[in-house]
């Protein structure tokens, strides 16, 4: 049994800052990639940034205001989200690439997503 789960969302006015937080827990041999996306209402799910090992990828729309982070310890992938924009609310899912034993192979897991808005 694998959990994936969110935490961190709220209500900020443009300009402020938030920090997502999101933690695997469970039967978890190894990770490979951990990172977030987003969904806006009638919008497709988009990349928001990725992390594997040190190397980071953003979305050319939340570069320098966003960074990704990753405490290996503690299975736990961050969001620290500063400069936000109304154009910045959605949910936010997080999203762990990752195997439960030696001889299984990597499989998908998601967050149950956590309500990021973003007010003028």
């Known amino acids: 049994q694998v959990q994936v789960v969110e935490s961190g969302g709220g209500l900020v006015q443009t300009g402020g800052s938030l920090r997502l937080s999101c933690a695997a827990s469970?039967?978890?041999?190894?990770?490979?990639?951990m990172g977030w996306y987003r969904q806006a209402p009638g919008k497709q799910r988009e990349l928001v940034a990725t992390?594997?090992?040190?190397?980071?990828n953003y979305a050319d729309s939340v570069k320098g205001r966003f960074t990704i982070s990753r405490d290996n310890t503690k299975n736990t992938v961050y969001l620290q989200m500063n400069s936000l924009k109304p154009e910045d609310t959605a949910v936010y899912y997080c999203?762990?690439?990752?195997?439960?034993?030696?001889?299984?192979?990597?499989?998908?897991?998601w967050g149950q997503g956590t309500q990021v808005t973003v007010s003028s």
């Open positions: 999203y762990a690439d990752l195997r439960v034993s030696r001889s299984s192979s990597y499989t998908d897991y």
């Open positions: 469970g039967s978890i041999f190894s990770i490979n990639v």
């Open positions: 992390i594997i090992g040190s190397s980071t």
